[in-house]
């Protein structure tokens, strides 16, 4: 059956301005001028074919018609406040489904997230490989990619995007290319690479030398499987936490961002 459509914002100014009586208390509540408020209710009327309120010498009075569609309106809102509770508790709210690169979540995201699950008892997470999976087919909560920004998304950037030139001790003066850091112009790759984890697996073994983020090498620098022959420098790209903007506002997912980004 098809649904008739219902106009649900000037049917809460109508709802507002019957309980206060009043075109201007109305519009306080909801944050818009009186003229506002008026041009719903006239829109209103004309929509439903009658009249809803009529100014008399004691002020604004609601006609019969309007007294009669009040009630079940407000029980209709109470409803809808019911069925949005009801979405919400829905929400499990102890499991994130995460996309991001492989390398990313060795190097850097899971101690992060074995932190976070100490001080949040009970937390379950589901990892994806694929970073730009669709966020409605693989119910995704966020995704870290490694961007020059969130784009269309919400986010949050997990570290300043800085990049280094790395090899490991005693590695050939050679290039490992892949398709995120363009090579200086006029240099040869010997080794080509599909993705950031790959590069940085082949500089640790040792097949040259790739231009890395420096996020994604700072733990191999420390521990000397590599060394930095050029930066840390400004790069464009950075790991960026992103959501769309209903992920983005659940309390979860705010607390995750929150510790990820060490506020």
Not at 93 to 109: G, K, M, N, V
Not at 154 to 170: K, N, S, T
Request: aromatic share 8%.
């Amino acid at each position: 059956m098809k649904r008739t459509h219902l106009p649900l914002n000037a049917l809460r100014v109508f709802d507002a301005a019957a309980r206060h009586l009043s075109f201007t208390r109305a519009a306080d509540e909801l944050a818009v001028t009186p003229a506002a408020v008026g041009q719903q209710i006239r829109a209103l009327e004309d929509h439903l074919g009658t009249v809803l309120f009529r100014r008399t010498s004691k002020g604004l009075e609601l006609t019969d018609e309007g007294s009669a569609g009040l009630d079940p309106l407000r029980e209709g809102f109470l409803r809808f406040e019911e069925s949005v509770q009801a979405m919400q508790a829905g929400q499990a709210s102890d499991r994130y489904t995460i996309a991001c690169p492989r390398e990313f979540f060795a190097q850097w995201l899971a101690p992060r997230l074995a932190e976070f699950a100490k001080s949040n008892a009970g937390v379950r997470f589901q990892l994806v490989a694929d970073e730009n999976a669709d966020f409605t087919e693989a119910n995704l909560d966020v995704a870290i990619r490694l961007v020059d920004g969130p784009g269309d998304l919400e986010g949050i950037e997990l570290a300043p995007a800085r990049r280094v030139v790395v090899a490991a001790p005693g590695a050939p003066d050679d290039w490992i290319d892949w398709p995120g850091a363009p090579l200086p112009e006029g240099a040869d790759a010997t080794v080509q690479v599909g993705n950031a984890g790959q590069a940085l697996s082949s500089a640790v073994a040792g097949m040259g030398k790739a231009i890395l983020p420096y996020l994604l090498v700072e733990e191999a620098l420390e521990a000397g499987r590599l060394t930095a022959l050029e930066g840390p420098d400004e790069g464009r790209r950075a790991y960026w936490m992103v959501a769309p903007l209903p992920q983005w506002r659940q309390k979860k997912v705010k607390a995750l961002a929150s510790f990820l980004a060490g506020d």
